[in-house]
């Protein structure tokens, strides 16, 4: 059995239990001398072209990665506070590594995994999950980083260090959080959600009970309707699609 999906597995199932402003300048006509003696003659004044005060869309720092699959595409932006994970997914997506390959590992209301480079042309009843990439990446924990509905994060085996996978990853799907359950969590865990945290966590959902134990490096900024789509798809009983799912990811420049 995989040891990445035992792992999280077991996490999972401890988890269960527990306006546009628009300003124009209208015409001024101003009399002329010519005007007062009956003369009709009028000097318009230039129209000023309007002016219209309209806001740039904010665009948060970090590389962006689009990743189209069998269901739609994603944009995940990658974060600049886990240097060395964005730095090997850019590697990697640059040297086509993950096209043709399968999102491998599916369960609807927790994650999407894939990344696994024997996947790409596994057979229909292969079991998948065991594939790398021959080394692991040092854990980037930030309490800022947390696994809300589309964050990105990497897989793992049970090692102490904590260290991730060199290319397989999951997306987190997850559920909505309470704040009793967040309560536990923290407890459990000795972290403490922010307002901010609980709010998005009550709100779109996410995986709490993985936080600070595996590395979260990015955010699905577009195509979080994708993650649910997929992660719904029939699966077999070691969760793996049906149909399979295939991954393409490129860098955006």
């Known amino acids: ?117 024997k996947s790409k042309n596994a057979q229909p009843n292969d079991m998948l999950g065991n594939g790398d990439i021959g080394y692991t990446i040092p854990a980037e924990f930030d309490t800022a980083l947390f696994h809300k509905k589309g964050a990105l994060a990497a897989a793992r085996t049970n090692n102490p260090e904590k260290a991730s996978s060199g290319c397989q990853f999951y997306i987190v799907q997850g559920k909505k959080i309470t704040d009793d359950e967040l309560n536990m969590i923290e407890m459990q865990k000795g972290i403490k959600y922010s307002l901010k945290k609980r709010n998005l966590y009550k709100s ?26 997929i992660a719904s798809a029939q699966k077999s009983m070691y969760d793996r699609p049906l149909s399979n799912i295939h991954m393409y990811i490129e860098v955006i420049k």
């Open 1 to 117: 059995m995989n040891k990445m999906k035992t792992l999280i597995t077991f996490l999972l199932v401890s988890f269960f239990a527990l306006n546009t402003n628009a300003q124009v300048t209208k015409p001024v006509i101003k009399k002329s001398v010519a005007q007062k003696t009956g003369i009709k003659t009028t000097v318009v004044k230039k129209i000023i072209n309007p002016v219209t005060n309209t806001k740039k869309p904010l665009t948060l720092p970090g590389l962006r990665v689009k990743v189209t699959t069998d269901s739609g595409v994603m944009i995940v932006r990658l974060y600049d506070k886990t240097p060395l994970h964005r730095d090997n997914f850019i590697k990697l997506a640059s040297a086509h590594f993950f096209d043709s390959l399968l999102f491998h590992r599916i369960i609807n209301g927790f994650m999407i995994q894939g990344g696994d480079p």
């Open 204 to 229: 779109i959902g996410g995986t709490p009970f993985l936080d600070m134990d595996y590395t979260v490096f990015g955010e699905v900024e577009s195509g979080l309707n994708i993650i649910d789509k």
